[in-house]
Structure formats: structure tokens, C-alpha cells
């Protein structure tokens, strides 16, 4: 894992919605480790964009962690590309 990056994955839940999740993970794990937290059948795909740990919303995460970011914008501000 890089510890200045926490990748953003796009979760499709089955009826067209999407999510934002988190992953503290390496950028190879960060797909599979969301899919292992959401429904079956959802779809996830990797961002270009992360985020710093310093953010707010994920800075307590632990190594190998993903969450669901709250569903509000203010997190768009935060996203580095890269």
C-alpha cells in the first residue's frame, strides 16, 4: 500500500445507482476488497483520482481498510488526479 494515496472505487449498485468507496489498500487489492464489502452482483472500478490520508473522511483508516464515503460532493475538492 501507499501510504499517501487511498484509491477511489465507483461502485454501480444492481439498480444503476452509484457510491464512492475508499480503499487503504494496495491499487491491485482496492477493487476485490470493495467488491468483498458490497452486495454480490454490484459492480466496482478503480478512479484515476485518489485521495490524501490527511482528508478528513478517510485520515483514521487502517492499512487494507475500504469504506463508503458519505454521498456528498465535498470529497470532490479532495481528489488529487494521479
Same mark, same amino acid.
Request: net charge negative.
Given at each position: !500500500? /501507499? *501510504?499517501?494515496? %487511498?484509491?477511489l472505487i465507483r461502485v454501480t449498485t444492481d439498480d444503476g445507482q452509484s457510491r464512492l468507496w =475508499?480503499? =487503504?489498500t494496495s491499487r491491485e487489492e482496492a477493487v476485490d476488497r470493495v467488491l468483498q464489502a %458490497? *452486495?454480490?452482483?454490484w459492480d466496482a472500478r478503480l478512479m484515476? /483520482?485518489?485521495l490524501k490520508p #490527511?482528508?478528513?473522511? %478517510? $485520515? =483514521? !483508516? #487502517? *492499512?487494507? @481498510?475500504?469504506? @463508503?464515503? $458519505?454521498r456528498? @460532493? #465535498?470529497?470532490? #475538492?479532495? %481528489?488529487? =488526479?494521479?
Open positions: !500500500m /501507499d *501510504p499517501n494515496r %487511498v484509491y =475508499a480503499a =487503504a %458490497v *452486495p454480490e452482483g484515476n /483520482d485518489h #490527511s482528508y478528513d473522511a %478517510v $485520515a =483514521a !483508516m #487502517s *492499512p487494507g @481498510e475500504v469504506r @463508503e464515503l $458519505a456528498s @460532493e #465535498s470529497w470532490r #475538492s479532495k %481528489v488529487r =488526479a494521479g
